[in-house]
């Protein structure tokens, strides 16, 4: 029971202590006796964030990280889990201009236990990065690219995820002219989002 204010019970069968908390939540007290919601870790302190760099030239992922800026100095940030500056509520971006990139970072709830693959449909190039492991922004794996632009390419590598643990996911889509998009989809369980819902993204300091 309890609030998110006031925190979750999470002591079972007698234990005076929580052995853990459920993903997007942490401990309340230093005694362990019940979770809160836990507080973002990434830079935009939301669950989800975007992160735009202008200036850039190229139509290749690699022309946005080898560039000095990258990952430290975007030109904007935007939370992504406020409905006020993302109104499409998805893992997803759109920008008009040229010479541009972006990355699109968070922490996905797995909905179900077994294997995860991804989606990414972009303009131009893009890259999805997850972790096998949850709770850690290391050890990424590359699970679908798309070299070119302006289609859906759907990955066959895949992860092996349990069910309300948190992993991470980063999305990087680079774009010469006529403006940027990049649209990430997720297939877990019996279940494919193509975006992935904000909803499905929890908060977490790792």
Do not use: H
């Not at 990424?140 to 632009?149: A, F, I, S």
């Amino acid at each position: 029971g309890g609030t998110p204010t006031n925190g979750y019970a999470c002591p079972k069968n007698g234990a005076k202590k929580c052995a853990s908390c459920p993903a997007g939540m942490e401990f309340a007290d230093r005694a362990r006796t019940s979770c809160k919601k836990s507080k973002s870790g990434l830079k935009c302190g939301g669950a989800a964030c975007e992160y735009l760099w202008t200036g850039i030239g190229g139509t290749r992922v690699r022309d946005l990280t080898r560039n000095s800026r990258f990952p430290d100095k975007p030109n904007s940030v935007i939370n992504l889990a406020d409905p006020k500056k993302n109104k499409r509520k998805t893992f997803s971006m759109t920008s008009v201009g040229n010479n541009m990139g972006a990355m699109l970072e968070g922490f996905i709830k797995a909905t179900a236990t077994g294997r995860v693959t991804f989606a990414t449909g972009s303009d131009d190039s893009s890259e999805v990065w997850a972790a096998r492991s949850p709770n850690t922004m290391a050890r990424l794996y590359k699970m679908v690219e798309l070299r070119g632009c302006c289609r859906t390419v759907y990955g066959r590598a895949s992860l092996y995820w349990v069910k309300d643990r948190a992993y991470y996911i980063k999305a990087l889509v680079k774009e010469g002219g006529g403006g940027q998009y990049l649209n990430v989809g997720i297939s877990m369980g019996y279940r494919t989002y193509e975006p992935i819902p904000v909803s499905v993204l929890v908060n977490l300091i790792s």
